[in-house]
């Protein structure tokens, strides 16, 4: 079973950064697809952002263009979500997921909650004003 392990949550003001670290239990580059999504009180969960392991090709929700980046390191099966210039709007729960399936090449990672099976527990990102 494939595990997902966040970390690096909290509390921070509008305009500061913050780092969160998501690692899996197997072989990130196997994983493929690697990526964030967060889904705030009473709303949907919004997929932010996805890193292709293979390719490192990244997929970037519009809403976070510019202040939100991903990287990998897939010697420690580890996917990291850079936050910068957070806003109170981006407070929410922070979601690692990844899916099940196993492919042969490369693909593109879709910013589609259905495309997911695997989650991690979530890490919270508060940002006060």
């Known amino acids: 079973q494939v595990q997902l392990v966040e970390s690096g949550g909290g509390s921070v003001q509008a305009g500061g950064s913050l780092r969160l670290s998501c690692t899996a239990s197997?072989?990130?580059?196997?994983?493929?697809?690697m990526g964030w999504f967060r889904q705030a009180p009473g709303k949907e969960r919004e997929a932010i952002v996805f890193?292709?392991?293979?390719?490192?090709?990244?997929y970037l929700a519009d809403s976070v263009k510019g202040r939100f980046t991903i990287s990998q390191d897939n010697a420690k099966n580890t996917v990291y979500l850079q936050m910068s210039s957070l806003k109170p709007e981006d407070s929410a729960m922070y979601y690692c997921?990844?899916?099940?399936?196993?492919?042969?090449?490369?693909?593109?990672?879709?910013?589609?909650?259905?495309?997911?099976?695997?989650w991690g527990q979530g890490t919270q990102v508060t940002v006060s004003s």
């Open positions: 997921a990844t899916d099940s399936r196993r492919y042969v090449g490369t693909y593109a990672c879709q910013l589609d909650v259905q495309e997911y099976d695997l």
């Open positions: 197997v072989s990130s580059y196997d994983l493929m697809c």
């Open positions: 890193i292709n392991t293979r390719s490192s090709r990244v």
